[in-house]
């Protein structure tokens, strides 16, 4: 007797309802604005998903180990100020900009990995303590200066463009797709890292070093941050120790609304570049609306949470049809 297949679209509802809520918000935004679909406009969006793409990158691969990294932004920060200086004192070279982001960003990961597995630290706890840490660090870096960004390199990164309407920044956030799809689906640390997040002691006691795939998780968070450092000095060209901007809420969010659990072991690197351009659509539309700053954070806070109710329904809705089934 042949099994009837069940049907695709029960099976995948959840997968696929961020991808329905993006498409909406850009129906939305479409219609409220004839030029959203200018080149100008698609330019922008794509800027603006870039670093925060790379940031919710990072942000994931913490939350499928079910911890959680609050260093982000100001971890984003502590890379972009100190390279920013290193940059400056020697004599405008791009090439050690880039270098000293991605080490400061990946230092700072180690550090949180370090001190989470060594001293078997909750990972709120530490990386929100390190938080503040990066906060002082890059404020006693900068001394309240700025870095003007001049290399013609960093300032075709930052807002170059391909075809009128493709940032090169943009083409920076793709690579980083990519090569996060590969090591969290062709790799032992995407294994582990999805492993650690569904049943963390059936990974240890089936002999895998626990300890050593956790550490390197938080270690290539931070060097994602570090890239998003680099991306986010290039487009703003003025280096300050503020430059950290939402990222750290916004991430976790962009990742968190395209599908990856707060519990770990749930989450795609498809899932978070939807969220990342939800969350960005969100910020557009507030903008074009011309909401005042404050009550803006107010209402994207209260959508996120909408979204994430939204989300929730539509697993218990998908739970029941496959009972259905």
Request: charged share 10%; aromatic share 8%; net charge positive.
């Amino acid at each position: 007797m042949v099994k009837e297949k069940k049907p695709v679209f029960k099976n995948n509802i959840q997968k696929y309802a961020p991808v329905f809520l993006m498409l909406v918000l850009m129906v939305i935004l479409t219609i409220a604005n004839k030029n959203f679909l200018s080149a100008q406009s698609i330019y922008n969006l794509l800027q603006q998903v870039s670093a925060l793409g790379i940031v919710a990158l990072g942000a994931m691969i913490v939350l499928l180990t079910a911890g959680i990294d609050f260093t982000a932004g100001f971890g984003l920060s502590l890379a972009g100020v100190t390279a920013g200086f290193v940059y400056l004192e020697s004599g405008n070279q791009g090439i050690l900009l880039i270098i000293t982001s991605l080490l400061i960003g990946a230092l700072v990961g180690l550090i949180n990995g370090l001190i989470i597995v060594k001293l078997n630290l909750n990972p709120f706890i530490t990386t929100l303590a390190m938080m503040s840490v990066c906060k002082g660090v890059s404020m006693m870096v900068s001394e309240g200066r700025q870095v003007q960004i001049k290399s013609e390199f960093l300032l075709t990164l930052g807002s170059g463009r391909i075809l009128k309407f493709i940032p090169v920044s943009f083409l920076v956030f793709l690579l980083a797709v990519v090569l996060m799809y590969i090591i969290m689906n062709k790799t032992k640390l995407g294994i582990y890292t999805y492993a650690m997040g569904g049943n963390e002691d059936a990974v240890e006691y089936s002999g895998i070093n626990k300890s050593f795939y956790k550490i390197l998780v938080y270690t290539v968070a931070g060097f994602l941050y570090g890239l998003a450092a680099i991306i986010t000095c290039c487009q703003v060209t003025v280096i300050t120790s503020n430059i950290s901007g939402d990222f750290l809420l916004d991430g976790i969010a962009a990742a968190v609304v395209g599908g990856t659990s707060l519990l770990g072991g749930k989450g795609t690197v498809f899932g978070v570049v939807i969220g990342a351009f939800i969350i960005t659509l969100i910020t557009t539309m507030l903008n074009f609306l011309q909401v005042p700053f404050l009550l803006r954070e107010v209402i994207k806070g209260i959508i996120i949470i909408c979204i994430l109710i939204f989300d929730v329904c539509i697993g218990k809705l998908a739970d029941r049809l496959k009972v259905a089934a």
